[in-house]
């Protein structure tokens, strides 16, 4: 069964500092996808970004990275000079691609990220 | 234009009654989800449907039953709603063909559903 952890309940950072939230999952298939999504305060989910099981190039866009180890089963998130708007709750997700069955997304618990001036 | 859109956002209702939440979506996807996020932030899959056709029944009470008239649309009704209910619920839609989660999903922008 898939399984996806985050075990930062929460995390305070002042502005323009540096956070790294974490993600751990666990799958048996060697084909899978990775996923962050965004929950500000107005508690909409925004998705950020997608990464297949094949593709470990890390990933930058803006502020925001991503650094995909198969190794060691994560695939963690940065966010570089952190801004209050980032404060918001982020989960990481994992679908896995069963043949002949539907995929769906399975969450972490979520990290809260709480960015003061 | 709203990609995935769901009505209402905010319901509070006395137990034992029956509520529905409405979603649409106008994005084109062959895929509608109900996910439900509980007061821990826990998300978690209830219902897929694809085209119209049921393909993912999370073991949700069968008091939950989720209807789907046209792709663009995917409803769910509630009956004799229970306290434990309470959570937020969220649709939505990936363009998803079975068996090839390599698309996102989008969502919608939830419903409080509240019982008292």
């Known amino acids: 069964a898939q399984k996806v952890t985050q075990a930062q309940t929460e995390i305070s950072v002042v502005e323009k500092e540096d956070v790294t939230l974490d993600c751990v999952y666990e799958?048996?298939?060697?084909?899978?996808?990775l996923f962050w999504y965004k929950q500000p305060p107005s508690g909409e989910l925004v998705f950020l970004i997608r990464r297949n099981s094949f593709d470990e190039q890390n990933e930058i866009s803006g502020r925001y990275s991503w650094n995909f180890q198969k190794s060691t089963s994560s695939f963690n998130f940065t966010i570089t000079a952190s801004q209050v708007v980032d404060s918001a709750v982020y989960f990481c997700a994992l679908s896995e691609a069963q043949d002949g069955t539907a995929s769906k997304l399975t969450f972490g618990t979520g990290t809260r990220l709480q960015v003061t001036l | 234009d709203t990609a995935v859109s769901q009505t209402p956002k905010y319901l509070v209702t006395q137990m034992g009654n029956d509520k529905s939440i409405k979603c649409e979506q106008n994005l084109g996807h062959d895929t509608m989800y109900w996910y439900k996020q509980d007061s821990k932030k826990f998300l978690k899959i209830m219902f897929s449907y694809n085209n119209k056709e049921l393909i993912i029944n999370e073991t949700v009470p069968n008091r939950f039953s989720p209807k789907s008239p046209d792709k663009a649309h995917l409803n769910l009704h509630i009956n004799s709603l229970e306290l434990g209910d309470s959570a937020v619920y969220f649709c939505a839609s990936s363009q998803d063909p079975w068996g090839a989660p390599n698309t996102e999903a989008f969502f919608g922008q939830g419903t409080r559903l509240t019982v008292v």
């Open positions: 799958t048996r298939d060697t084909t899978y996808y």
